[in-house]
């Protein structure tokens, strides 16, 4: 970080800053995610403007020892990281057993280091911090979503009377390779199965459009099956 920076430097880093941030928000945009190009692009260019400032408070941080005013301008841009937390965690909503908005959080955080990158001159640095996180948000978000992964899901099945046995609904689950984690059935009489309640897991790769393992519908067409429920 330079002493003294020159107004074309300022304008530098300023476009350098929108430019990352513009093309980081965009693919936020794309996949409708609730920080997109505009957020990112606030939170990004406003560490740029704070560690502009920071540059150009730099001149008055040697003080002769009987000034008053002690200058610590690297609070300012740890002040930044410390509010980004705030907006971080609102992006994050918790759904049940799983956490949404994780990865929108980080980009908030990584746009502000980008931002503090560009604002304190290291634009090298900055150039390939937008790279690296492109590669990341663009290229490795289909390899992430085609490697398999355990889901979870409970499946109920009504049965009328002289409907299938459990072994014979175990097997059809276990055809549509799934795994039984739990199993609660109950009966109106000693040989009516009236009801099962599954819940069971299967590996899949981790697609948004993934609803329940294909193979479970055949339960359907088994002969006394006459309800059937998916939870997930």
Known sequence: MPLHITPSQIALRLLLATVASMLIGLNRDEHSRPA?????????????????????????????????????????????????????????????????????????????????????????????????????????????????????????????EGGPSEQQLRSGIEAAQCRVISWASEYDSPTHLAQVRVELTWRAPNTRNIHRPVGLDTLRTIPGVMGFRWQR
């Not at 410390?82 to 929108?104: D, M, W």
């Not at 289909?142 to 889901?151: D, L, Q």
């Open 36 to 160: 997109g190009m505009r957020t990112n692009m606030l939170v990004t260019i406003a560490a740029t403007l704070m560690m502009l400032q920071v540059n150009l408070l730099l001149p008055m941080d040697n003080r002769s020892s009987t000034s008053y005013i002690g200058l610590d301008l690297m609070r300012l841009p740890l002040g930044v990281l410390s509010g980004i937390g705030f907006i971080g965690a609102g992006a994050i909503l918790k759904k049940e057993n799983t956490a949404i908005g994780v990865t929108t959080a980080a980009t908030l955080w990584y746009s502000t280091i980008l931002g503090l990158l560009f604002g304190g001159g290291q634009l090298v640095l900055g150039i390939v911090g937008t790279f690296i996180a492109a590669f990341i948000l663009i290229v490795l978000r289909p390899i992430e979503a085609s490697i398999p992964r355990n889901h979870t899901g409970i499946l109920t099945l009504i049965c009328t």
